[in-house]
T-cell receptor
Framework: NAGVTQTPKFQVLKTGQSMTLQCAQDMNHNSMYWYRQDPGMGLRLIYYSASEGTTDKGEVPNGYNVSRLNKREFSLRLESAAPSQTSVYFC???????????FGPGTRLTVL | RKEVEQDPGPFNVPEGATVAFNCTYSNSASQSFFWYRQDCRKEPKLLMSVYSSGNEDGRFTAQLNRASQYISLLIRDSKLSDSATYLCVVNFRGGKLIFGQGTELSVKP
């Protein structure tokens, strides 16, 4: 996954704690995306960024904030974690050919 | 109705079998179509794009029927290594992908 890195790989939080998931790309793309994946529900878009300094809501933005301070990094913040936010979080960038996307390795988050 | 629907499976097949996955999508304005493969909750990886003319990559064949809003993936001569979850993915517009829930395939010796 040389194009997209995510940190941390795993995290356990208690309800009400906050944390920031980090995503970085080395492909110089304008667009970046955050998804969550829950069992039986496929991936759902949380937020996306079409360019540095801009962000837009996706399908499931409630409970999250994002920041795109530079072209390389797109962070996802949980201000007050809830058990419903237990999920696997993937960051993505555009692919090379057909409007596909290339995904980072994911962050597995558990909220107790 | 879900925007992208797949049979979740699981599909349990013997090695060498041919298996077909189907997918339907609801938005007729959809622009791009893909099959992704996902192993053991790792990140999804692009298997192939799907074109109206159909496309083939080795043992894998993908078809798109825009009139019926239907996408298919055919895997011939299944291998143990094909065991994974296969995700049907549609790009409506603006680069935002919509995912089906995935179809689980298990290939047995």
């Amino acid at each position: 996954n040389a194009g997209v890195t995510q940190t941390p790989k795993f995290q356990v939080l208690k309800t009400g704690q906050s944390m920031t998931l980090q995503c970085a790309q080395d492909m110089n793309h304008n667009s970046m995306y955050w998804y969550r994946q829950d069992p039986g529900m496929g991936l759902r878009l949380i937020y996306y960024s079409a360019s540095e300094g801009t962000t837009d809501k996706g399908e499931v933005p409630n409970g999250y904030n994002v920041s795109r301070l530079n072209k390389r990094e797109f962070s996802l913040r949980l201000e007050s974690a809830a058990p419903s936010q237990t999920s696997v979080y993937f960051c993505a960038i555009p692919g090379q050919v057909d409007n596909e996307q290339f995904f980072g390795p994911g962050t597995r988050l558990t909220v107790l | 109705r879900k925007e992208v629907e797949q049979d979740p499976g699981p599909f349990n097949v013997p090695e060498g079998a041919t298996v077909a996955f189907n997918c339907t999508y609801s938005n007729s304005a959809s622009q791009s179509f893909f099959w992704y493969r996902q192993d053991c909750r790792k990140e999804p990886k692009l298997l192939m794009s799907v074109y109206s003319s159909g496309n083939e990559d080795g043992r894998f064949t993908a078809q798109l029927n825009r009139a019926s809003q239907y996408i298919s993936l055919l895997i011939r001569d299944s291998k143990l290594s094909d065991s994974a979850t296969y995700l049907c993915v549609v790009n409506f517009r603006g680069g935002k992908l919509i995912f089906g829930q995935g179809t689980e395939l298990s290939v047995k010796p």
